[in-house]
């Protein structure tokens, strides 16, 4: 039988000392998170396609396949949706504040780079329309990145309205919209001055400043009021400059006043974290006030923030700041007869660990090929020392 052993792209191991860290990491966050009061929630990873199946999830591609039933299932591609079928059907009172940790999948396209199977966790508040829900957010992704120490890291505001303003007040047909959100996710100069110039309205200054209106917001923000004297983008922008007032105590924050995220459902304020070391954005979530329409008539305000732990793992390895598992110092070989007093041995010196060989030759073989410095055989006569590295000579 020919097995194929190589992975499906984008998916890969991660062994020892990688896998150690991206346990600890998702430890830290969780904990961080139920220190400030949220509540945690786990889904399946296996959904029925039906919750992924808005247009909200237009531009995500996903693993599908049939169940025993014939019906079509997916593999989530995102925390949001499911957390929010479970909101609207389990009959859970809101308000709620609930975190979040585990895998997702995106099939995307090969060659791409891009990591189809991630470790994601955030947080998700829901029904509280107050502008606190987004400085809850922000405030925890600022903590969570310092407390796993990332070096440097920037968080960015935008807001889904001006966005979706534009895109209502010019009319745009799905393919034009399409196109405009590439240019406005690429910061396409050239191709805004083409697009103004075949869609004119009242927002040409606006629009034509959007691939350059990002930076630090005391200085973006007042430049972008000047330019429109539209009331939905400028309610828009005295919502950042709100928040960015409220949480700039805590970090330097800048604005990208032409951030759109990958999902279709925000619709208030948005943001996205980077840092020097990394190639793209490992922090991202806003406001999303309907989504939960997807799954029952009415809608509650929602916000939420998610992680991608992956990139966190690789930004500590990055800058140095995973330690070594510590290194085993004492080998205990032991008869089966002696097995209790091997155990409590090992429970009561660090660093310890059993070995698992027959012989007391291939135990001191072993700990010579690992560096472990000493070796004990313990017996019902009692525990002696048969190597220490010391003495090895």
Known sequence: MNLNRNLPTGTRDKLFREAQTAYKIEQQVNQYFGKRGFKRIETPIIEFADVFSSENQADTKMYRFFD????????????????????????????????????IFRANDDFGGEQNEQTQAGIEIIG?????????????????????EIPNFQIELGHAAIYRRVVHLLNLSETAEIDFRLLIQNKSLTGIQQFVENNPSTLDAFILALPRLFGPA???????????KDKGILTALTEIETIVAAVSYTADINVDLGLVQDFHYYTGIIFRGYADL?????????????????????SS???????????????????????KQAATTLLIHYDLAALPEAEQLMKRTPNSELSFFEEPSNAISFAKKWKI???????????????AKEARE
Do not use: W
Request: charged share 15%; with cysteine.
């Open 128 to 148: 509280y329309p107050s502008i606190k829900a987004e400085i809850e957010c922000i405030l925890s992704g600022i903590g969570v990145l310092n407390a796993l």
């Open 218 to 228: 005391n200085t973006i923000l007042p430049q972008a009021k000047k330019l429109t």
């Open 68 to 103: 025993e039933k014939g019906r079509l299932t997916v593999l989530r591609p995102d925390m949001t949706l499911p957390i929010g079928r479970v909101v609207s059907t389990t009959g859970v009172t809101l308000p709620l504040k609930l975190s979040y940790s585990g895998k």
């Open 373 to 387: 410095p000493r070796v004990v055989h313990v017996s019902t006569e009692g525990t002696k020392t048969i190597f």
């Open 301 to 323: 305000p929602a916000v939420g923030l998610a992680l991608n732990l992956d990139s966190l793992t690789n930004l500590q390895n990055r800058a140095g700041i995973i330690q």
């Open 278 to 298: 990394a190639a793209d954005n490992f922090l991202s979530g806003g406001r999303y006030d309907h989504l939960l329409e997807q799954f029952t008539t009415s």
